[in-house]
Nanobody, 115 residues
Framework: QVQLVESGGGLVQAGGSLRLSCAAS????????MGWYRQAPGKQRELVAV???????NYADSVKGRFTISRDNAKNTVYLQMNSLKPEDTAVYYC?????????WGQGTQVTVSS
């Protein structure tokens, strides 16, 4: 099993930037897919971005061109660089991976974008 711990959230003005980090409790080298999801109040959790072990990435249309996901296997960490933030990006952001077909989630980190 693996534990995921997110950090880097906070309060930022519209147009600003934040970088989220997801630290894993063990090596992520063998974890094929790692991703970031978010959940705004009253809404369902949605996919933001995913990255494979080979470095292939995929993004939600709403964040394309503004967010960048990356992974550093040596540091067992996945990042989400968020630029040009908008108030609608306000949500709790969760790190995710799949192990044995089961979802593993972090505890989440709050991102609040003020207008």
């Amino acid at each position: 099993q693996v534990q995921l711990v997110e950090s880097g959230g906070g309060l930022v003005q519209a147009g600003g930037s934040l970088r989220l980090s997801c630290a894993a409790s063990r090596s992520i080298f063998s974890l094929n897919v790692m991703g970031w999801y978010r959940q705004a109040p009253g809404k369902q959790r949605e996919l933001v971005a995913v990255i494979t072990s080979g470095g292939t990435t995929n993004y939600a249309d709403s964040v394309k061109g503004r967010f960048t996901i990356s992974r550093d296997n040596a540091k067992n960490t996945v990042y989400l660089q968020m630029n040009s933030l908008k108030p609608e990006d306000t949500a709790v952001y969760y790190c995710n991976t799949l192990i044995g077909g089961s979802n593993v989630w972090g505890q989440g980190t709050q991102v609040t974008v003020s207008s």
